[in-house]
């Protein structure tokens, strides 16, 4: 069966600190990979896809990059925190535009 | 583009009440639909899903019925529980893309 595993679980930096959060997913290949932020009390925003290896789509302009240097690995990283990247981030898999999306538990980040 | 708007929250109810959660899209195509279910603290899950108009998706009593006169997708369930008690996303996946486009979601307390 295929799991997704992103770590860690919680994190607290402080600004202008690096940033590198991973995901990755066990049983299945070539899946499409995403990466959301929830921030308090809001919906999820999606942040990059991917649909392959070094295959990149950012969604939204901003502090952060994202790089799939394997087929099931995709990290999320910034040079620079900044206390607005504080939030909920999501890592998820799906193995078809159409299907459902499997998330993984999420880490919080607390920038301060 | 395509969007998802739900209602908003949150909704309080009493045990055994009946649920109603609002969900309309906007989408080009024949989207799939879906409603997800994020509990305190965790990532998201997979409640139910529907692929194409008329369909009814169910799940743990919760049902929703695609509605492409209507473009809606709302979510129903006969009688709550307290153990219920989330954050509920409605979400759209389209032929166009491959990304799954989600709601602002909609916090549900159950109250005993």
């Known amino acids: 069966s295929q799991t997704i595993h992103q770590w860690p679980a919680t994190l607290v930096q402080p600004v202008g600190s690096p940033l590198s959060l991973e995901c990755t997913v066990e049983?299945?290949?070539?899946?499409?990979l995403y990466w959301y932020r929830q921030a308090a009390g809001r919906g999820l925003q999606l942040l990059f896809y991917?649909?392959?290896?070094?295959?990149i789509s950012s969604e939204v302009p901003q502090n952060l990059s994202a790089s799939r240097p394997q087929d099931r690995q995709f990290i999320l990283s910034s040079k620079k925190l900044l206390l607005s990247d504080s939030g909920f981030y999501l890592c998820?898999?799906?193995?078809?535009?159409?299907?459902?999306?499997?998330f993984g538990q999420g880490t919080r980040l607390t920038v301060v | 583009g395509n969007s998802v708007t739900q209602m908003e929250g949150p909704v309080t109810l009493s045990e055994e009440a009946f649920l109603t959660i609002n969900c309309t899209y906007t989408?080009?195509?024949?989207?799939?639909l879906f409603w997800y279910v994020q509990y305190p603290g965790e990532g998201l899950q997979l409640l139910l899903k529907?692929?194409?108009?008329?369909d009814k998706g169910s799940n743990k009593g919760f049902e929703a019925t695609y509605r492409k006169e209507t473009t809606s997708f709302h979510l129903e369930k006969g009688s709550v529980q307290v153990s219920d008690s989330a954050v509920y996303f409605c979400?759209?996946?389209?032929?166009?893309?491959?990304?799954?486009?989600f709601g602002a979601g909609t916090r549900l307390f159950v109250k005993a």
């Open positions: 998820a898999w799906s193995p078809d535009r159409e299907a459902e999306a499997f």
């Open positions: 049983g299945t290949s070539n899946p499409n």
């Open positions: 991917s649909v392959g290896i070094g295959q």
């Open positions: 989408a080009t195509g024949y989207p799939s």
């Open positions: 529907a692929t194409k108009a008329d």
């Open positions: 979400a759209l996946s389209n032929t166009g893309g491959f990304k799954t486009i």
